[in-house]
C-alpha cells in the first residue's frame, strides 16, 4: 500500500531507521490534517516488522509544531472514534504504546499540541540555543488539552507542572532539561550528529529486546490511561467557547497568530500583556 503525506516528510534511514519531518507552512502549525497523516503513519509504524527507531524533527529550524490550528476541518477530529477516545487521544494513546522507539529533536518552537506531541515520544532532546518549549493555552483564556496535563505531572512533578501550564512562558532547553521536560539540551552544532548517532545506535540492536523493553518500562512508569487524556481533551474543546478564549483569540489572530510574526516568535512576552478590557 502507497501512502501520500502532505505535511510529513520521511527519509528511510534504513529498514530500521526513519526520519519524519513536520513540513506545513509558514510555522507548522498542527491541524485536522496533521492528525490524519499522523494516524495514516502510526499505522505503517505499528505494521512494520523492520522498524526499530523513529526520529521527529521540523524542516522549519524556527518552528518544530508551533501549536494547533482550530481553523481547518475541525469537524473531522471533533467526533469520538466508536472506542469513546478522540482522534487525538486515540492517536497518543496507540502512539505511546508502538513497538518503535520514537524520538523528538526539538529545534525551534513546541508549544501546545507541539509539546504534547514530544511528549507522547519516548525521549525527546532539545537544541540548546534553539529549542523551545511551552504552554500557553490558559494565556488564550483554554488549557491543553492533548496529554500535557497527564504527561508533564509525571516528568516533573506538580508543582513545576502547575508553574508551566499556569504561567503560560517559554521554557528555554537548558530550563526543560532541569525539569525533566526533555532528555538533554545538546548544542545545536552537535545537535544533528547526536541524534543521528543516537538513532543509529538503536536502530542496530534486536527489535524484539527493544520492543519488550519499552512495554515493561510503560507498564512500571505510570502511563496516563487514555480515558484521562480524553477528558481533558473534551475540556479543551469545550474551553474554546469559553468567554475569555472568545475574547482573548481574536486580539491573538490580529497579533499575527499563524503566521511568521512576532507573536509566534515571541509568545510569552504577548500572552502575558493581553489586555481583554482594553
Request: aromatic content about 10%; overall charge negative.
Amino acid at each position: 500500500m502507497t501512502t501520500t503525506f502532505q505535511q510529513l516528510k520521511i527519509i528511510r534511514h534504513s529498514a530500521a531507521y526513519w526520519r519524519v519531518s513536520f513540513d506545513n507552512p509558514p510555522i507548522n502549525m498542527l491541524d485536522a490534517r496533521t492528525v490524519q497523516e499522523l494516524v495514516q503513519l502510526l499505522e505503517l509504524l505499528e505494521t512494520d516488522q523492520y522498524l526499530r527507531v523513529v526520529v521527529f524533527d521540523s524542516t522549519n529550524l524556527e518552528f518544530f509544531i508551533a501549536h494547533f490550528d482550530t481553523g481547518t476541518e475541525m469537524e473531522t477530529i471533533l467526533t469520538p472514534l466508536p472506542n469513546g477516545l478522540f482522534p487525538w487521544v486515540d492517536f497518543v494513546d496507540r502512539f505511546a504504546k508502538l513497538p518503535v522507539v520514537t524520538v523528538a529533536a526539538i529545534r525551534g518552537r513546541a508549544r501546545g499540541v507541539g509539546s504534547e506531541f514530544a511528549l507522547a515520544c519516548d525521549i525527546r532532546f532539545g537544541s540548546l540555543e534553539k529549542a523551545i518549549l511551552a504552554h500557553f493555552e490558559v494565556g488564550a483564556g483554554a488549557i491543553p488539552g492533548g496529554g500535557a496535563l497527564e504527561r508533564l505531572p509525571r516528568l516533573v512533578g506538580r508543582s513545576r507542572t502547575l508553574e508551566i501550564i499556569l504561567g503560560a512562558e517559554d521554557f528555554d532547553a537548558v530550563t526543560a532539561e532541569r525539569y525533566g521536560w526533555i532528555n538533554r539540551a545538546i548544542p545545536d552544532a552537535e545537535f544533528e550528529n547526536f541524534v543521528d548517532a543516537y538513532a543509529r545506535r538503536i536502530a542496530s540492536f534486536d527489535k524484539q529486546a527493544l520492543a519488550e523493553a519499552k512495554r515493561l518500562i510503560n507498564a512500571r512508569s505510570n502511563e496516563p490511561p487514555a480515558a484521562l487524556i480524553n477528558d481533558a481533551h473534551s475540556t479543551f474543546l469545550d474551553s474554546l467557547t469559553w468567554p475569555g478564549t472568545s475574547k482573548r483569540v481574536p486580539k491573538l489572530m490580529a497579533l499575527g497568530s499563524g503566521q511568521r510574526s512576532d507573536l509566534e516568535l515571541n509568545f510569552s512576552r504577548h500572552v502575558g500583556y493581553l489586555d481583554i478590557d482594553g
